[in-house]
């Protein structure tokens, strides 16, 4: 089931939450909306779910209007992040729960039910709890209850609200996998919200990154991490350095580095933004001819298992660097605090400021 979003306006009183916002979601998709908090990305779900009302625009599924269907008739699943279980119905019963308030003449049968709640909890790998109330769970338990209890209706779409965000960075971890599995499973047309950049990259199939009411971006994890459309993009997915800077007839300076910028090469004089990501910060002990780079001294190292990361502070100017190596560079190159470093960044990419 295909979604399409149309110019979706919302506004809540004087607050724009979304401004003319377009969209696709791919038939058995799994669509991640990134953003920071208040960029409108639970609203446009909650519109997707019929659960608000747009302002302007329309949401077709698989090429039908919904804008004006009510909740039931859309076949949406919903999972929602504090899960909103019954905690006085047992396991099976909260999963059971959609089916038996169905309308009798579409209500399945009781040996029905039975076979879809232990087939349902047994690809949530939850069976064995099925007598057990929600209390007496863990978070990712609950959780992994609750996605059972949306499937269980057979949504044709399913739509997930922070799933995630009140576990937990273990649990987190462990049920996107989860997740990321048991979609490739079912291939259920899926949307997912979520403010964790990580999350986002390792689950969805496709990424769209949402900042004050709009749409910045879309497109696959590579895509929008290798090639960011905005400043906003390259710094909400993973640290980044930044440099002001001016570029000139397609060159661009960082401190004594002049670096080729092709896209420019009509530019005259503009100030700019060039952003360089830890990763793509390389570092020598000793000034390489072969490669342009600036000197710096190492202020501060912290190890992260196999990588470490340094600050370093540029001896042309007060800014703070971050480079990132493994840590097999790193005891290569024999670092402390206080080295003197040269810098030479790759990967560079300019935006006009």
């Given at each position: 089931?295909?979604?399409?979003?149309?110019?979706?306006?919302?506004?809540?009183?004087?607050?724009?939450?979304?401004?003319?916002?377009?969209?696709?979601?791919?038939?058995?998709?799994?669509?991640?909306l990134?953003?920071?908090?208040?960029?409108?990305?639970?609203?446009?779900?909650?519109?997707?779910?019929?659960?608000?009302?747009?302002?302007?625009?329309?949401?077709?599924?698989?090429?039908?209007?919904?804008?004006?269907?009510?909740?039931?008739?859309?076949?949406?699943?919903?999972?929602?992040?504090?899960?909103?279980?019954?905690?006085?119905?047992?396991?099976?019963?909260?999963?059971?729960?959609?089916?038996?308030?169905?309308?009798?003449?579409?209500?399945?049968?009781?040996?029905?039910?039975?076979?879809?709640?232990?087939?349902?909890?047994?690809?949530?790998?939850?069976?064995?709890?099925?007598?057990?109330?929600?209390?007496?769970?863990?978070?990712g338990?609950?959780?992994?209850?609750?996605?059972?209890?949306?499937?269980?209706?057979?949504?044709?779409?399913?739509?997930?609200?922070?799933?995630?965000?009140?576990?937990?960075?273990?649990?987190?971890?462990?049920?996107?996998?989860?997740?990321?599995?048991?979609?490739?499973?079912l291939?259920i047309t899926?949307v997912?919200?979520?403010h964790?950049?990580?999350?986002?990259?390792?689950?969805?199939?496709?990424?769209?990154?949402?900042?004050?009411?709009?749409?910045?971006?879309?497109?696959?994890?590579?895509?929008?991490?290798?090639?960011?459309?905005?400043?906003?993009?390259?710094?909400?997915?993973?640290?980044?350095?930044?440099?002001?800077?001016?570029?000139?007839?397609?060159?661009?300076?960082?401190?004594?580095?002049?670096?080729?910028?092709?896209?420019?090469?009509?530019?005259?004089?503009?100030?700019?933004?060039?952003?360089?990501?830890?990763?793509?910060?390389?570092?020598?002990?000793?000034?390489?001819?072969?490669?342009?780079?600036?000197?710096?001294?190492?202020?501060?190292?912290?190890?992260?298992?196999?990588?470490?990361r340094?600050?370093?502070?540029?001896?042309?100017?007060?800014?703070?660097?971050?480079?990132?190596?493994?840590?097999?560079?790193?005891?290569?190159?024999?670092?402390?605090?206080?080295?003197?470093?040269y810098?030479?960044?790759?990967?560079?990419?300019?935006?006009?400021?």
């Amino acid at each position: 089931m295909s979604i399409e979003i149309r110019n979706i306006q919302k506004n809540f009183n004087s607050f724009s939450a979304l401004n003319n916002v377009s969209l696709d979601v791919p038939s058995g998709e799994l669509v991640a909306l990134l953003g920071p908090s208040g960029c409108g990305k639970t609203t446009l779900l909650r519109i997707i779910a019929g659960l608000e009302t747009a302002d302007n625009g329309s949401i077709h599924f698989h090429g039908n209007d919904t804008i004006h269907s009510n909740v039931r008739d859309r076949q949406v699943g919903f999972v929602f992040q504090h899960y909103a279980l019954f905690r006085h119905m047992t396991v099976f019963e909260n999963v059971a729960f959609g089916l038996r308030v169905r309308p009798r003449k579409t209500r399945p049968s009781e040996n029905e039910i039975q076979r879809r709640v232990h087939e349902l909890l047994e690809l949530v790998q939850l069976d064995w709890l099925a007598d057990r109330y929600p209390p007496q769970l863990s978070g990712g338990q609950r959780q992994r209850i609750a996605l059972a209890r949306a499937l269980a209706v057979e949504p044709k779409v399913l739509l997930l609200d922070e799933p995630f965000g009140a576990l937990d960075a273990k649990v987190r971890k462990d049920l996107r996998r989860w997740l990321r599995r048991l979609h490739d499973e079912l291939h259920i047309t899926s949307v997912f919200v979520t403010h964790d950049q990580e999350e986002a990259l390792e689950v969805a199939d496709r990424i769209v990154v949402m900042n004050h009411g709009k749409v910045e971006q879309m497109g696959s994890p590579q895509e929008v991490y290798d090639k960011p459309a905005s400043p906003f993009v390259y710094q909400f997915l993973g640290n980044v350095n930044l440099f002001h800077s001016r570029v000139n007839e397609g060159k661009t300076h960082i401190g004594d580095i002049e670096v080729e910028i092709e896209s420019f090469k009509e530019t005259q004089n503009s100030p700019a933004l060039a952003y360089v990501r830890p990763h793509d910060i390389d570092i020598q002990k000793e000034l390489n001819g072969q490669k342009p780079a600036f000197s710096a001294i190492v202020s501060y190292i912290h190890s992260l298992g196999p990588l470490v990361r340094l600050e370093l502070q540029r001896d042309d100017q007060f800014e703070i660097v971050e480079a990132e190596m493994t840590r097999e560079k790193f005891l290569q190159l024999e670092l402390s605090v206080g080295s003197k470093v040269y810098v030479h960044p790759r990967n560079v990419r300019v935006f006009l400021n």
